[in-house]
């Protein structure tokens, strides 16, 4: 038997409360530490991340044209989009472009496909729209004999209207076989596209094969599932055209002689030797696996937006130093102790911030200085109900017990409708309504787990007294107004 | 509560691009022009209907907000060369364009957001003080929830409403946000005082278990007597929560205060409707879901003796 299991001392058991207590104020001073070595050092791991509002920049939205595409084929497809675009907002150089995929929730029935990229630093939002808009879109697509002959047979019919009445008929939708014929060239997607593109480079021609000697050209080299998916079109499509179309434009329909199984193509179409580099250069940065449209934009001047995270930072430190003091004045010692926990659950979140890491923008920021004064609410429902007891003439220690299992049942079902409420807000969200949901539903556990931590701990460690002992530290320990 | 109503009833709420898709231009100046010739000169542009709003930019110049419909990437060079054309050391500090289809998208996101929150308060509401059974059942606890965020909302958003028509700010993301901030300080704030009745409740009443049978089944019905009548349980319940109710509230609204007076102009709005909605959550909970639960219990057992 050891000393350590023997009944333990009143002595012993101050002895170890005050021990927690030193070992969470030094936990959370050296989270603190942390925290600010992060947010100052420019080469820290984990800085903080601000976002566009904050510190400037440009936010685009695309919407993808998926409507050709195969439902289950779409997330890959969107991928892709994602890694080329991304590749080509590199070109700016800025610290950290994000290229993100967002699909718009089931509240529309069919779900948009969008990509938001956002170019921290870069205010110029033409120069990045331009640039994003030189990805060019590589489709080959099969001569649809079909579909030829109906709108040689629709022209047909309008030229006789046209000789029959003297003047031009309106013939709109002619129908056959119960679909509208489309007036586009005449000719049908494979699938082969400038996803499965490896590399491209200029060539130019050798004057051999029906081309125009040292005429410039774009050879392609395709991915492997590229390469076969090319081989097996060309296989089964002898003699027929492959159109090669560039943004949508016809470039040039050659025709396939004998199956390609080597997995290059060349492109041709009267280009300039100066149009053909410029097409070989775009293209090796990866071509649009489906065409994109630009929907939204949004810039924020660099200057505004350090302006808004310093106006931001200075309303978070006033808040918090009048939100501390209150509660230093109105509860006394548990007040301060409610500082304590308040301060902790400031450096906890920043951590968080940093660790996760939480995009901060203006809303946020709002978000976070209005927790600041919510946070406290399960200290002020326990000092409440400490105060009670305590004026009933129970000891101070007892009352804070006391305090802490009478509130508990507010405190669990305000916090649990709040964090209800977070979740819900974070699955239907937008971005920028999710970012709020998150740093919601962090703040209300967090703000409990202070509560129920640090308060419980720092508030016990207090030296234990009565009302009745009418002493200076009775006074203290005692809160609010008391009748 | 009916006032509000009436206010967003007949001025509108002003919807900002964010719901209604549209650009919106920030453009400040050193020295800024005349309003009325900047109005004439971006209408020599054809953009359609504009308007154009005097205000202050975040480094204190004075600035205009433009609003346009949603602008094509050309569109977007002319107006920001037009602009810049007058006035001294104009430029452009803010722009966005939001198409109209993700306006339509956002607020109809904004509409499910609030009323999925709303139901799933309801439901908790009624589920935490199930078995609080005398006088009046849990549901009507969840339903006079309801009824009080109903108001807690109708509040700001009301002021909103105001807003809008003296000021021409707009409705924007930041609003909805604000108003599913104040549904849950609301709700927060309710569930207290309603945790103070369930716990007075039990400790003031009497247990009365009765056996009888039927059809050779034992039952056992419980019933309980209240040994205070239940205004009074409700009143000390609020007496009792009063302190508590108003310090979060001080904290709350002196961290908004240092929000809306410290922090920067794009929050403002935001603080300013937020602390409309503490202010009505706290009488809320205070003077109508209290005072309501007690009416309803009254006119049930009013009814039940007739």
Known sequence: MTDSSQPQTPNSQGF??????LIIVLAVAGLAFWVYQNAVQPEADKPFKLGLDLAGGSHLVYEADVSNIDAAEVPELMSVLRDVIER???VFGVSEPIVQVESSSFVTEEPIQRLVVELPG????????????RTPLLEFKLYDEALAAQQETLQNLESLGESATGSRAEIGNVT???????????????????????????EFAGGNSGQLSNEPLVSVRFTAEGAELFAEITRNNVNKQLGIFLDGELLSAPNINEPITGGTAIISGGFTAEEARALAQNLSFGALPVPIELQSTQTVGASLGAEVLGKGMQAGVYGLGLVLLFMLLWYRLPGLVAGAALLSYVTIMLALFQLIPVTLTAAGLAGFVLSLGMAVDANVLVFERMKEEYAKGISSREAASIGFTRAWSAI??????????AIILFWFGTSLVKGFALVFGIGVIMSMLTALVVTRTLLLTLPDTKKSAGTLLATLLGNGIQK | MLGSALIIGSLGLNLGIDFTGGSLTEVSYEIAPNKTELENLINTQNLGGISVRASVDEAGRDAYLIRTRDLSESERVELESTVTSLGEAGEISRFTSIGPVIGQELRDKALYAILGVVLIIVIYVAFAFRGIGTPVSSWTYGAITIFVLVHDVLVPTALMSILGYVAGIEV????????????GYS?????????????NLMANRVEKRTKREEAGVMYEDVNYTLTKPYDKIVGEAVRETLARSINTSLTTFIALLALYFLGGAVTQTFALILMAGVLAGTYSSLC??????????????KKETN
Do not use: C
Request: proline content about 3%.
């Open chain 2, 172 to 183: 924007d993301v930041l609003f909805v946000m604000a108003l599913l901030a104040v549904l």
């Open chain 2, 187 to 199: 709700v927060n704030d309710t569930i207290v005082v309603f945790d103070r009745v369930r716990e």
């Open chain 1, 176 to 202: 056959i076989d119960g679909e509208a014929i489309s007036q586009e060239p005449p000719f049908r997607d494979t699938g082969l596209t400038g996803r499965y593109l490896e590399t491209a480079a200029l």
């Open chain 1, 16 to 21: 170890i409360r005050a021990f927690r207590a």
């Open chain 2, 288 to 301: 109508i879901a209290s005072p309501l639960v007690v009416t309803y219990a009254q006119w049930r057992a």
């Open chain 1, 88 to 90: 080509r907002v590199n």
């Open chain 1, 122 to 133: 870069v205010s110029d939002v033409g120069e990045a729209v331009a640039e994003i808009g």
């Open chain 1, 412 to 421: 669990r079902d305000g916090n649990i409708t709040s964090l209800l409420s």
